[in-house]
């Protein structure tokens, strides 16, 4: 079963807009959430990540957003730039146990 | 690129023969993964080790067994290669901060 999903499998967004990836999960255990990017024959770079005990978590033009009653988190990007073009997944941990989306395949263009 | 090496980062093999992949890192990092990749599954869990000879099992780890004699390296083993097994695998290691984990290149394996 996955514990972890990503719905959207592509979103197109224009340069300068902002980009939102979602993704859900079932597990209540899950207290640690992460948002990986990969470019094509590149492994996963870790992009930010966020603790159940917060809602928010910015880094630059990164933020990513927890609604722990929904069990859902978002990533937005603002502005979106082409260099962010690449494959996102999101991750939720608890304990050991590490779980990833199906990743969502953001296109930026100029 | 918590100095996570790959090897190979392609190979090509047919259905039977037994296949090893290789992990090796340079900075001391006591817990390793090994992840492989699919469309429509993202990643998922092989085998971690937490130690030298300690492993565990993941989520997937039918027909994989793994290896740690050496802080170092984390070998991956298919001991008969199926055509499931057709994927791209990725090694990880946990870095400072406990819940982040960093990935090597990958390794690219067909099995035909």
């Known amino acids: 079963d996955q514990q972890v999903k990503q719905n959207s499998p592509s979103l197109s967004v224009q340069e300068g807009r902002i980009s939102i990836l979602n993704c859900d999960y079932t597990?209540?255990?899950?207290?640690?959430f992460l948002w990986y990017k990969k470019y094509p024959a590149e492994g996963p770079t870790f992009l930010i990540s966020i603790s159940s005990i917060k809602d928010k978590n910015e880094d630059g033009r990164f933020t990513v957003f927890l609604n722990k009653s929904a069990k859902h988190l978002s990533l937005h990007i603002v502005p979106s730039q082409p260099g962010d073009s690449a494959v996102y997944f999101c991750?939720?941990?608890?304990?050991?146990?590490?779980?990833f989306g199906a990743g969502t395949r953001l296109t930026v263009k100029p | 690129d918590a100095g996570i090496t790959q090897s190979p980062r392609h190979k090509v093999t047919e259905t039977g023969t037994p296949v090893t992949l290789r992990c090796h890192q340079t900075e001391n990092h006591r817990y390793m993964y090994w992840y492989r990749q699919d469309p429509g599954h993202g990643l998922r869990l092989i085998h971690y080790s937490y130690g030298v000879k300690d492993t565990d099992k993941g989520e997937v780890s039918d027909g994989y067994s793994v290896s740690r004699s050496k802080t170092e390296d984390f070998l991956l083993t298919l001991e008969s290669a199926t055509s499931s097994q057709t994927s791209v695998y990725f090694c990880a290691v946990q870095g400072v901060a406990k819940n982040i984990q960093y990935f090597g290149a990958g390794t690219r394996l067909s099995v035909l």
């Open positions: 597990n209540s255990m899950f207290d640690y």
């Open positions: 991750a939720a941990s608890a304990w050991d146990d590490m779980r």
